[in-house]
């Protein structure tokens, strides 16, 4: 089983950034950024394969990047020109599908 530990949420307003984090116990290939807002189901926010093919849900595209850092086994999600509609909890899991239990993600709100 492979642990994956979130980090990097906070409060910010609308128009702020905030950059999160996602450490991995080992190497994966295909790492994902995922979300989950109050009431509603989880969704793909970005995904990044092993190279440097890259794939963002139509919301945060132009907004958000993905990156990683193969040395650290860290995945990152920097987030720019945040909308109050970003609210939700982030995750990071393998991509294009989740194939391990999910962390505890890490909280990001943003205020209007």
């Known amino acids: 089983q492979v642990r994956l530990v979130e980090s990097g949420g906070g409060l910010v307003q609308a128009g702020g950034s905030l950059r999160l984090s996602c450490a991995a116990s080992?190497?994966?290939?295909?790492m994902g950024w995922y979300r989950q807002a109050p009431g509603k189901q989880r969704e793909l926010v970005a995904g990044?394969?092993?190279?440097?093919?890259?794939n963002y849900a139509d919301s945060v595209k132009g907004r958000f990047t993905i990156s990683r850092d193969n040395a650290k086994n860290t995945v990152y999600l920097q987030m720019n020109s945040l909308k109050p509609e970003d609210t939700a909890v982030y995750y990071c899991?393998?991509?294009?599908?989740?194939?391990?239990?999910w962390g505890q993600g890490t909280l990001v709100t943003v205020s209007s």
């Open positions: 899991n393998t991509y294009p599908t989740n194939l391990y239990a």
């Open positions: 080992r190497t994966i290939f295909g």
């Open positions: 990044i394969s092993s190279g440097v093919y890259t």
